[in-house]
C-alpha cells in the first residue's frame, strides 16, 4: 500500500488500516508537577526517652492531552483533555526508650500517625474538528463526546507498639502490635488488630559453644505475625453507589416536557467488609563458617491469607446491584528459602565474592466460599482473541494454585486442515468414541477444558558474583525461574490464519507452523502454553578505581554497566519474566507488555 497519494498528500487506507505516517501526526502527551515538604520535630526529653513528630504534604498535578486525527475517509479527527490533582497529608508521631543494664538490653517505642489522601478529576472529550489545527479547543468539536468527574478520600490511622529485649547477648524478644483503622471499609469494621512476635536463639554465645571452631555464627529465629491488607480497594468499596443509567421524559402540569438522567445501582453497600488479614509462621538459622567467609540462612514460612475480598453474585431480589464486594476467601503459600554468602578467594590481589538466593514456594487456594457467598471457580484471563473473544484460559479452583491454566487441549488437525481439541465429560474424564481413542472435535465446549499446568514457578533464583583484581572490578547478576508455564497469547494472535488476507500483521513461523486452512489456529489451547523457565544475566558491571588522587579528589571511579545482558529459554516469545502478580499470573497478552530492553550506561562517581 503507497503511503502517499498521488497529489502527494497522504494515504489515509481504510477503517482497519492506519497509515503510520498519520499516527506521527497525533499527539499523547502528560505533563505533571509534583511538589513534597516535611517538617520535622525531635525532643530528648530524658536520658533514654526522645519523642519525634513530623508532617508531610505532598501535591501532584497530571495532565493528558491526546488528539486523533481522522485517518480514513469519512472519519472524524478527536481529542480529550484530563486533569487529576491530589493531596495526601501525613502526620507522624513516635516515642523511643533506650536503655541497657547488666546483661539488659530494652528497646522500646509507641506511637500514632494518621493519613489522609484526596483525589479530584475532571475529563472531557470531543469530536468532529473543523481542522487538525485547533485540536487544542475543546470548543470548537462538533461533538461533545463526554464530560466526566471523579473525586476519592480516604484516611487511615494508626496506632503503633514495638518491645525489643535481648539478655546477655544470646536471647532475642521482640513484640509488635498496631491497630489500624481504614475509611475503605465498612462502618463497623474499619478497625484491624495485627499483632506480631519474635524470639531468637544466639547459640554460639553459649558457654558449651566456645571451645568448638565450626560455627562462627549459629542463629536460631522463630516469629510470628499478622498484617492488614487495605490496598487496591477504592473508597466506596463498602458503599453503596449509583451511576447515570438513561433518560426519561417527564411533562409537568404546563404540557411542558424535560428529559432527566435515571439512576442504577452500581454496587452494594457491605458494612461487613474488612481488612484483609495474613498471618505467618516463619523459622530460620543463620550461620557463619570459615571465619565467616561463608554464611548464610535457611527460613521455612507458612503464609495464610485470610478474609479476602472478591465479588460475589448474588439475587437482585435481595439487593440492588448482583454483585457484592465480601471478604469470603483463602489463600496458603508455603515455601522455603536458602541463602548463601560466600568469599571463595581472597588474597592481596584477588578476591571472589559470592551470592546465591534460590526460593521455592508452593500456592494453594484453600477456600472460595463461606455460609453467605458461593462460588464454585473464578474464571480468569479473558485474552480476546479472534473469534474467541468471551474464552478464558485460566482459572482459580480450591485446592489449585492460583494461574492454573484450564483450557482445551488441542489435539491437531481434521481431514479439512482445521485444529481439532480433545473432548472431556463433566468430570474431566476423557470421552471415548467408537474407535477406542478419545474423542475430538472443532467446536470445543466448555466441559472440554481441563487443567494444563500452572504459571507458578517451582524454583526462583539468583546468583551474584564480583571479582575483584587489584583496581578492577567484575559483578555479574544472575537470575532466572525453574518449573513455571506461559501462555504465550502473543503468539496466539498473530498465529491467526485470516490476519493474512486482511493484511495484517503476522508471525513469521505461520508460513512452517500453521496450515492455511485452519480457520481455528489462534483458538485458545494448551497449543500456545510453553515452558517459562529461563536463565538470565539480567547487570554486567566493570569498573575502575582510580582511587585518592591529588588534594581535591578522595576518590574516583569509572564503570560501565550492561543491563539484559542476554536470556536462555526455550520460551518463543519476546520475553519470559512475565508478572507473576495479581490472579492471573503467567499471561504474555500482547496489548499489555513491552519487553525488556538491553541498555548501556557509563557512569563517573567522585568524592572530594
Not at 502527551?29 to 519523642?51: C, Y
Not at 488441542?410 to 485444529?419: F, K, P, T
Not at 495484517?504 to 523457565?533: C, F, H, M, W
Not at 536462555?568 to 507488555?593: M, N, Q
Request: proline share 3%; net charge neutral; charged share 20%.
Amino acid at each position: 500500500v503507497p503511503a502517499y497519494n498521488e497529489d502527494g498528500t497522504i494515504n489515509m487506507i481504510d477503517y482497519y488500516t492506519k497509515n503510520p505516517l498519520l499516527s506521527l501526526m497525533d499527539t499523547d502527551e502528560a505533563k505533571g508537577r509534583n511538589f513534597s515538604g516535611t517538617l520535622g520535630l525531635e525532643w530528648d526529653i530524658i536520658k533514654g526517652l526522645t519523642f519525634r513528630t513530623s508532617g508531610t504534604v505532598q501535591y501532584n498535578v497530571n495532565k493528558y492531552n491526546t488528539y486523533t486525527i481522522a485517518w480514513y475517509d469519512g472519519a472524524e479527527s478527536s481529542a480529550s483533555v484530563s486533569k487529576n490533582e491530589s493531596y495526601t497529608y501525613m502526620w507522624d508521631n513516635t516515642l523511643n526508650y533506650v536503655n541497657t543494664w547488666k546483661k539488659h538490653s530494652l528497646v522500646g517505642l509507641v506511637g500514632f500517625s494518621i493519613e489522609k489522601y484526596e483525589s479530584d478529576g475532571l475529563k472531557a472529550s470531543g469530536s468532529g474538528f473543523p481542522d487538525d489545527q485547533v485540536l487544542t479547543n475543546l470548543n470548537s468539536a462538533a461533538k461533545k463526546n463526554s464530560i466526566s468527574s471523579s473525586y476519592s478520600s480516604n484516611t487511615l490511622a494508626s496506632f503503633l507498639s514495638r518491645l525489643e529485649y535481648k539478655f546477655n547477648n544470646r536471647y532475642l524478644l521482640t513484640l509488635n502490635f498496631r491497630a489500624d483503622g481504614s475509611s475503605q471499609f465498612g462502618p463497623d469494621k474499619r478497625w484491624g488488630y495485627f499483632p506480631s512476635g519474635a524470639v531468637a536463639w544466639i547459640i554460639t554465645e553459649e558457654n558449651f559453644m566456645k571451645d568448638q571452631s565450626l560455627f562462627d555464627d549459629l542463629k536460631l529465629r522463630i516469629g510470628y505475625g499478622v498484617s492488614g491488607n487495605s490496598l487496591g480497594f477504592n473508597a466506596y468499596t463498602a458503599l453503596q453507589t449509583y451511576s447515570a443509567s438513561g433518560w426519561f421524559n417527564y411533562t409537568n402540569a404546563e404540557g411542558v416536557t424535560q428529559a432527566y438522567r435515571t439512576l442504577a445501582a452500581t454496587r452494594n453497600a457491605n458494612p461487613n467488609l474488612k481488612w484483609e488479614r495474613t498471618g505467618m509462621f516463619n523459622v530460620g538459622i543463620d550461620f557463619g563458617f570459615l571465619g565467616n567467609r561463608l554464611t548464610g540462612t535457611i527460613e521455612y514460612y507458612d503464609k495464610r491469607t485470610k478474609d479476602l475480598i472478591n465479588g460475589y453474585a448474588v439475587s437482585t431480589n435481595r439487593f440492588p446491584y448482583g454483585w457484592m464486594d465480601a471478604n469470603v476467601g483463602e489463600i496458603s503459600n508455603k515455601g522455603i528459602e536458602l541463602t548463601i554468602n560466600a568469599t571463595p578467594v581472597k588474597n592481596r590481589d584477588f578476591t571472589w565474592e559470592t551470592s546465591l538466593n534460590l526460593s521455592h514456594n508452593k500456592n494453594e487456594v484453600v477456600s472460595l466460599s463461606n455460609s453467605t457467598y458461593s462460588v464454585n471457580y473464578l474464571d480468569k484471563a479473558y485474552l480476546n482473541l479472534g473469534g474467541y473473544n468471551t474464552a478464558n484460559v485460566q482459572r482459580i479452583m480450591e485446592g489449585e494454585p492460583i494461574g492454573t491454566f484450564y483450557t482445551w487441549k488441542w489435539a491437531g488437525y481434521d481431514d479439512s486442515g482445521a485444529s481439532i481439541f480433545y473432548q472431556f465429560n463433566e468430570d474431566g474424564t476423557p470421552v471415548i468414541g467408537e474407535d477406542g481413542k478419545q474423542a475430538t472435535t472443532g467446536d470445543p465446549q466448555n466441559k472440554d477444558k481441563v487443567k494444563c499446568g500452572n504459571a507458578q514457578p517451582k524454583l526462583t533464583y539468583g546468583w551474584n558474583n564480583t571479582f575483584s583484581y587489584k583496581n578492577w572490578s567484575l559483578t555479574a547478576f544472575i537470575q532466572g525461574v525453574l518449573g513455571n508455564k506461559i501462555y504465550n497469547a502473543t503468539r496466539a494472535q498473530y498465529s491467526n490464519i485470516s490476519l493474512v488476507s486482511a493484511g495484517k500483521n503476522v508471525l513469521a513461523d505461520i508460513v512452517t507452523e500453521q496450515k492455511a486452512t485452519d480457520n481455528r489456529s489462534q483458538a485458545p489451547s494448551d497449543r500456545y502454553i510453553e515452558n517459562g523457565s529461563y536463565l538470565r544475566l539480567s547487570t554486567l558491571t566493570l569498573s575502575y578505581n582510580f582511587g585518592k588522587l591529588g588534594d581535591w579528589v578522595n576518590s574516583l571511579r569509572v564503570y560501565a554497566t550492561c543491563n539484559n545482558v542476554f536470556t536462555l529459554t526455550g520460551y518463543k516469545g519476546t520475553d519470559p519474566e512475565i508478572s507473576l502478580g495479581g490472579t492471573a499470573p503467567g499471561i504474555d497478552a500482547r496489548h499489555s507488555r513491552y519487553p525488556r530492553t538491553r541498555t548501556f550506561m557509563f557512569g563517573l562517581n567522585v568524592n572530594f
